[in-house]
């Protein structure tokens, strides 16, 4: 019978921790409001999936406990030293799940969400040592059960209560007619994704990038903090849209439908000890795709201001005058048919490095179809603006960057340098000399850690990989009318969106992140044209103004 009961009282244990993640994943829902009735769901859902899953777990603990600790071994009734040991268990759990998650929301969720979550993980802790504290004592209080049950229960409904009191957020915006102002030149807004200044500057310096190195010296440039924690998808829509991702909605790749919770998909899934996304109980969950940014982005505002634009390898809800997606492999042409001064060069390192040969062919595939798309189109038909992203560093540098700077790879990252040189090039010359510049990073690459590259010593060969999994800053490089050149020494992703619209005459929204990088601008631009605010630029509902996505 002493199994039972310890199968009891881990069941009941791991029905509060359901109870108590319940509140913290809506937290992370700060859009998601609820009847009571779906409250009362929600809580049924998640202590029954505490219940079993949980409960499971602390049941094992209990039975290993009971060898070693015989006062845990509940022989009849309820077992108040059991019950504290478990659920301080538990509490460590939801204190670790509240604060990790808080850290890992920096960038991505409302500071009054990430408020209350340090609350609830506040309130655990102390609940935790509280149980310490009387677990060491081993004094057992008048009417254990109904006062620990009671306990619990308090903790836990202050823990819904800190979610009842955090406001609810809504992402949509009226949709209002802002007002005309026409771009004053034209745009050229390149993304070269996986870049940064630790890997530029060499590369000027040793004569791979000749153009970039020339607008570099009469522009104004510096590093880019980027969204923290890493997620592309995040990034990139607070790159066009200049608004934090709380606001413009895209938290990451893959976002998730609960039709019997809210009916808006939901992006962020709480982050602990289980397998993701098991977070939402019993599989009640269907994938969604991935959401558009709820503001309106760099395009879609030039479009609005009546002006053409060509897109290039963004994501799937970027649409233009003419717009080209990132081809899938089969749809990109041979790697036969690109440069052969390029492919002579690869040769010798594509050969040294046989099992990373057919990866990086592919990516220069890729960017090679990219930029002569690119042209053909620009050529074919004649626009305001064209923005392009390319992500051949972020596909080479990660396979490429060895420990000795000797190494193959160095040969095969020159010579990305350089075919992402040549098309900036090739794209300034169609779009002419009177065009804004712009060249952005979104993230950078960064090295492993102290502690990865000694778990790497005994591997050969060693090969230091560097990843985006840390949020290393980008880079931005402003070059054209109305730009003051120098170095930018604080800039934020958010920020290249205000700045744009800005040296292009247009007003800038007051619900973005960013801000006008003013050392940017040239004294002649910033005294004849004042700074204009909207409240929102609201995201475009219809396709594109003029002309139809090319086939």
Same mark, same amino acid.
């Given at each position: 019978?002493?199994?039972?009961?310890?199968?009891?009282?881990?069941?009941?244990?791991?029905?509060?921790?359901?109870?108590?993640?319940?509140?913290?994943?809506?937290?992370?829902?700060?859009?998601?409001?609820?009847?009571?009735?779906?409250?009362?769901?929600?809580?049924?859902?998640?202590?029954?999936?505490?219940? @079993?899953?949980?409960?499971?777990?602390?049941?094992?603990?209990?039975?290993?406990?009971?060898?070693?600790?015989?006062?845990?071994?509940?022989?009849?009734?309820?077992?108040?030293?059991?019950?504290?040991?478990?659920?301080?268990?538990?509490?460590?759990?939801?204190?670790?799940?509240?604060?990790?998650? $808080?850290?890992?929301?920096?960038?991505? &969720?409302?500071?009054?969400?990430?408020?209350?979550?340090?609350? +609830?993980?506040?309130?655990?802790?102390?609940?935790?040592?509280?149980?310490?504290?009387?677990?060491?004592?081993?004094?057992?209080?008048?009417?254990?059960?109904?006062?620990?049950?009671?306990?619990?229960?308090?903790?836990?409904?202050?823990?819904?209560?800190?979610?009842?009191?955090?406001?609810? +957020?809504?992402?949509?915006?009226?949709? #209002?007619?802002?007002?005309?102002?026409?771009?004053?030149?034209?745009?050229?807004?390149?993304?070269?994704?996986?870049?940064?200044?630790?890997?530029?500057?060499?590369?000027?310096?040793?004569?791979?990038?000749?153009? @970039?190195?020339?607008?570099?010296?009469?522009?104004?440039?510096?590093?880019?903090?980027?969204?923290?924690?890493?997620?592309?998808?995040?990034?990139?829509?607070?790159?066009?849209?200049?608004?934090?991702?709380?606001?413009?909605?895209?938290?990451?790749?893959?976002?998730?439908?609960?039709?019997?919770?809210?009916?808006?998909? *939901?992006t962020l899934l709480l982050a602990g000890p289980w397998p993701g996304?098991?977070?939402?109980?019993?599989?009640?969950?269907?994938?969604?795709?991935?959401?558009?940014?709820?503001?309106?982005?760099?395009?879609?505002?030039?479009?609005?201001?009546?002006?053409?634009?060509?897109?290039?390898?963004?994501?799937?809800?970027?649409?233009? #005058?003419?717009?080209?997606?990132?081809?899938?492999?089969?749809?990109?042409?041979?790697?036969?048919?690109?440069?052969?001064?390029?492919?002579?060069? &690869?040769?010798?390192?594509? $050969?040294?490095?046989?099992?990373?040969?057919?990866?990086?062919?592919?990516?220069?595939?890729?960017?090679?179809?990219?930029?002569? #798309?690119?042209?053909?189109?620009?050529?074919?038909?004649?626009?305001?603006?064209?923005?392009?992203?390319?992500?051949?560093?972020?596909?080479?540098?990660?396979?490429?960057?060895?420990?000795?700077?000797?190494?193959?790879?160095?040969?095969?990252?020159?010579?990305?340098a350089r075919i992402l040189d040549d098309q900036l090039r090739a794209?300034? *010359?169609?779009?002419?000399?009177?065009?804004? *510049?712009?060249?952005?990073?979104?993230?950078?690459?960064?090295?492993?850690? +102290?502690?990865?590259?000694?778990?790497?010593?005994?591997?050969?060969?060693?090969?230091?990989?560097?990843?985006?999994?840390? +949020?290393?800053?980008?880079?931005?490089?402003?070059?054209?009318?109305?730009?003051?050149?120098?170095?930018?020494?604080?800039?934020?992703?958010?920020?290249?969106?205000?700045?744009?619209?800005?040296?292009?005459?247009?007003?800038?929204?007051?619900?973005?992140?960013?801000?006008?990088?003013?050392?940017?601008?040239?004294?002649?631009?910033?005294?004849?044209?004042?700074?204009?605010?909207?409240?929102?630029?609201?995201?475009?509902?219809?396709?594109?103004?003029?002309? #139809?996505?090319?086939?």
């Open positions: 019978m002493r199994h039972l009961r310890r199968l009891g009282h881990s069941l009941a244990a791991g029905a509060f921790a359901g109870a108590a993640l319940a509140p913290l994943q809506l937290l992370l829902w700060p859009e998601v409001s609820l009847s009571p009735l779906k409250v009362c769901l929600a809580l049924l859902a998640w202590m029954s999936w505490g219940a @079993l899953w949980v409960g499971g777990v602390l049941f094992l603990f209990a039975e290993l406990a009971g060898i070693f600790a015989p006062y845990l071994a509940a022989p009849k009734g309820f077992s108040v030293g059991l019950w504290r040991w478990l659920m301080i268990i538990v509490s460590l759990v939801v204190a670790g799940t509240a604060w990790w998650n $808080r850290e890992e929301t920096r960038d991505l &969720l409302l500071p009054d969400n990430r408020q209350a979550l340090a609350v +609830s993980g506040s309130i655990a802790t102390i609940y935790m040592i509280t149980l310490l504290v009387l677990a060491i004592h081993r004094r057992p209080p008048r009417h254990a059960l109904a006062v620990s049950l009671g306990f619990t229960s308090f903790v836990v409904a202050s823990l819904w209560v800190v979610w009842i009191a955090t406001p609810v +957020s809504t992402r949509t915006t009226t949709a #209002t007619e802002p007002p005309r102002f026409a771009p004053a030149h034209r745009l050229l807004f390149v993304s070269w994704e996986g870049t940064d200044l630790p890997w530029l500057l060499p590369a000027m310096e040793r004569g791979h990038m000749p153009f @970039l190195h020339a607008l570099w010296e009469n522009g104004a440039w510096g590093q880019l903090r980027t969204v923290r924690p890493y997620t592309r998808s995040a990034t990139l829509a607070t790159l066009v849209t200049g608004c934090a991702p709380a606001v413009h909605g895209v938290l990451g790749r893959r976002s998730y439908r609960v039709p019997w919770l809210a009916a808006a998909p *939901v996304p098991h977070q939402i109980p019993w599989r009640a969950w269907e994938r969604a795709p991935g959401l558009a940014p709820q503001r309106g982005t760099l395009w879609q505002i030039l479009l609005g201001a009546g002006r053409k634009v060509g897109l290039i390898g963004w994501p799937r809800y970027a649409q233009g #005058t003419w717009t080209v997606p990132t081809p899938l492999t089969a749809e990109v042409p041979p790697y036969s048919t690109i440069d052969g001064d390029l492919r002579a060069a &690869l040769g010798s390192a594509l $050969r040294a490095q046989p099992e990373l040969a057919e990866d990086a062919r592919n990516s220069f595939a890729l960017a090679a179809a990219l930029g002569a #798309t690119a042209e053909r189109y620009a050529k074919a038909e004649s626009v305001d603006a064209v923005a392009i992203d390319y992500g051949l560093a972020a596909h080479l540098r990660p396979l490429w960057t060895a420990e000795d700077p000797r190494g193959q790879g160095e040969e095969v990252l020159h010579q990305a794209l300034w *010359v169609l779009m002419g000399e009177d065009t804004l *510049v712009v060249v952005v990073s979104p993230y950078g690459l960064a090295p492993p850690s +102290s502690w990865q590259r000694l778990a790497q010593l005994g591997s050969r060969p060693r090969r230091w990989r560097v990843s985006p999994t840390d +949020s290393p800053d980008g880079f931005v490089l402003f070059s054209g009318p109305g730009v003051r050149s120098g170095r930018l020494r604080t800039a934020r992703l958010a920020d290249v969106t205000a700045t744009v619209l800005y040296l292009l005459e247009l007003p800038v929204a007051r619900d973005m992140a960013g801000r006008v990088l003013l050392e940017a601008v040239s004294e002649s631009r910033a005294s004849a044209v004042p700074l204009r605010m909207i409240p929102s630029y609201p995201p475009l509902t219809a396709g594109p103004r003029d002309g #139809t996505t090319p086939r």
